[in-house]
């Protein structure tokens, strides 16, 4: 059961561009919402986090967009640079019965940005 | 200063053996996670440490798979009699306490292909 699904799988966008990723979760007990980014070679890296209590989190060019009803979150790149080229994942967390913050992830999206 | 180390980067070994592999947590951090990152599975919890106890080891998909944490540092994941299917890339991740906004740090992962 897939728990946490991913939009699109690749993407290819412009230098200069707006990237858009989006995410479904459908655990209610989840309570915690990061985005992370990763490069070949490299472990994940937290981009930037979102708590269900608001709707948008804004960190430089990197968004998040939160709908609690929709049980949707999505990450916006704003001027889309080629070093943003990476693997970005969503996750998600809470409501684990050992405790912790035992991450699900979705299955990630290949981001290009072209010159 | 160090960010969460692993070793061995890369594990080739035959079907039927065993194998362990190391994680060295951020120093101060309470809680280590590790996951596994596999082509066909995606990012996948396997176990959490609280200390030197491990609250919730759900993610561990037999009894081939073990880990311990000693000291409150460093933490060890054993995989015995290893299968193909265990080909993947061990992550390990480390965060300051178990919080569900405490961030997790992760490796650079272990490589392990299975012959």
């Known amino acids: 059961q897939q728990q946490v699904k991913q939009s699109p799988q690749s993407l290819i966008v412009q230098k200069g561009g707006i990237s858009i990723i989006n995410c479904a979760y459908e655990?209610?007990?989840?309570?915690?919402f990061p985005w992370y980014q990763q490069f070949p070679g490299k472990g994940p890296a937290l981009l930037i986090a979102i708590r269900p209590d608001v709707s948008e989190k804004k960190e430089g060019r990197f968004t998040i967009s939160f709908n609690k009803s929709a049980k949707q979150f999505s990450l916006h790149i704003m001027d889309s640079q080629p070093g943003d080229s990476a693997t970005y994942f969503c996750a998600a967390s809470g409501g684990a019965p050992g405790g912790g913050n035992k991450l699900t992830f979705g299955t990630g999206t290949q981001l290009k940005v072209e010159l | 200063g160090a960010g969460v180390s692993q070793s061995p980067s890369n594990k080739v070994t035959e079907k039927g053996k065993d194998v362990e592999l190391r994680c060295d947590p951020i120093s101060g951090h309470t809680a280590l996670y590790w996951y596994r990152q596999s082509l066909g599975q995606g990012l996948e919890f396997l176990i959490y440490?609280?200390?030197?106890?491990?609250?919730?080891k759900s993610g561990l998909p037999s009894d081939r798979f073990s880990a311990e944490r000693t000291g409150g540092s460093v933490s060890t994941l054993t995989i015995q009699r290893t299968q193909q299917e265990d080909s993947a890339v061990y992550l390990c991740a480390s965060s300051f306490g178990g919080r569900g906004t405490d961030t997790q740090y992760f490796g650079p992962g272990t490589r392990l292909t299975v012959l």
């Open positions: 655990n209610t007990a989840f309570d915690y």
């Open positions: 440490f609280q200390g030197n106890s491990a609250p919730d």
